[in-house]
């Protein structure tokens, strides 16, 4: 990849990063806790949502492997006694990432039906062509990134939704797998079993938002 575009699809990850979980907290703030709030993680400040593995390391190892480029940025804290009803609406708390990312996918595919309407370059500086690639790129990120969240893997946002869907006593024995959440993400990256999952549906979606 090169730099100036390795620089744009850092930028737009940062940016779809933060809004990712700045709509985990705002859906949380409109389900009852005020925990993100308080904490200052209703904010679309990239640096309170930082993660140093999933924002920094993981694109890395990602970008040294040819993998997709995705990650994750810090957890947005919930308190579930805050909930009304704490299984239910901590799902949806969960999927407000993830649909996040779907909505900028989309505006990232209207913003590319713009660019042929947009002079090629003024005062000598060109436009046209490198918001295309930021575009094109912003859109492809948000899509890995939606589907991404959505594995079933600790500490993704798929993990909560399937907790959600099972039994107390198995959403429990289910969360014991959270500490080794990492370890298998980076198994299925090094494995090359990580494109194998996301590849279909991201490509799907890609083509639906591109026609």
């Known amino acids: 990849m090169e730099p100036g575009l390795l620089v744009l699809t850092f ?6 990063l933060t809004v990712h979980e700045a709509s985990h907290a705002w859906a949380a703030f409109r389900l009852g806790d005020p925990t993100a709030k308080m904490q200052g993680r209703l904010s679309l400040n990239p640096l309170v949502h930082i ?8 694109p ?9 480029i995705i ?11 805050y909930l009304r009803h704490a299984r239910r609406d901590f799902m949806w708390i969960a999927l407000a990432g993830p649909a996040s990312n779907l909505v900028l996918a989309v505006l990232a595919s ?14 000598g500086v060109q436009l046209a062509e490198p918001l295309a690639i930021f575009a094109f790129t912003f859109l492809r990120l948000n899509i890995l990134l939606a589907v991404f969240n959505m594995i079933p893997v600790p500490p993704l946002d798929g993990s909560n939704v399937v907790a959600a869907w099972l039994p107390p006593q ?17 198994g299925l990256m090094f494995t ?13 979606l890609a083509r639906l938002l591109l026609l």
């Not at 930028?11 to 779809?16: K, P």
Request: zero cysteines; glycine letters at 10%.
């Open 11 to 16: 930028i737009g990850l940062l940016l779809a």
């Open 51 to 58: 993660d140093p593995i999933g924002t920094v390391l993981l």
């Open 60 to 68: 890395l190892v990602a970008f040294s492997l040819g993998a997709p």
């Open 71 to 81: 990650g994750w940025a810090k957890p947005v804290p919930v308190d579930t006694r």
């Open 110 to 123: 209207l913003m590319l039906r713009a660019v042929p309407l947009l002079p090629g370059s003024t005062s």
């Open 170 to 186: 198995l959403a429990e024995r289910w969360d014991q797998v959270r500490p080794y959440g990492i370890f298998i993400l980076y």
């Open 192 to 204: 090359g079993m990580l494109r194998v999952i996301i590849g279909p549906p991201s490509q799907f």
